[in-house]
Nanobody, 119 residues
């Protein structure tokens, strides 16, 4: 079992920055793929970014490339999402997820943290 707890969400003005954190507990997640997803009101949940545990390879959805950075601190079992140049359309609940296998569905999810971009 892996428990994931997100933090760092809040209200920010367009153009601002936020840093989300996801703390993993229960078993070491250093070899797993960790990811961030988001779900805006009335929309389906969408993939934002992921980072592999073994290689550190990162993947981003096109809409956040150049603005968001995913990283991880394996010693602290924590993954981060640095979000810069935030736009109103980034408003959503952001979820952390963990995948045990190399590919496929994510196995564990956090409860999410709200990010609101508004003036």
């Amino acid at each position: 079992q892996v428990q994931l707890v997100e933090s760092g969400g809040g209200l920010v003005q367009p153009g601002g920055s936020l840093r989300l954190s996801c703390a993993a507990s229960g078993r070491s997640s250093s070899t797993y793929t960790m990811a961030w997803f988001r779900q805006a009101p009335g929309k389906e949940r969408e993939f934002v970014a992921s980072v592999r545990g073994s290689s550190g390879v990162t993947i981003y959805t096109d809409s956040v490339k150049g603005r968001f950075t995913i990283s991880r601190d394996n010693a602290k079992n924590t993954v981060f999402l640095q979000m810069n140049s935030l736009k109103r359309e980034d408003t959503a609940v952001y979820y952390c997820a963990c995948r045990l296998s190399y590919a496929g569905a994510y196995d564990y999810w956090g409860k999410g943290t709200q990010v609101t971009v508004s003036s």
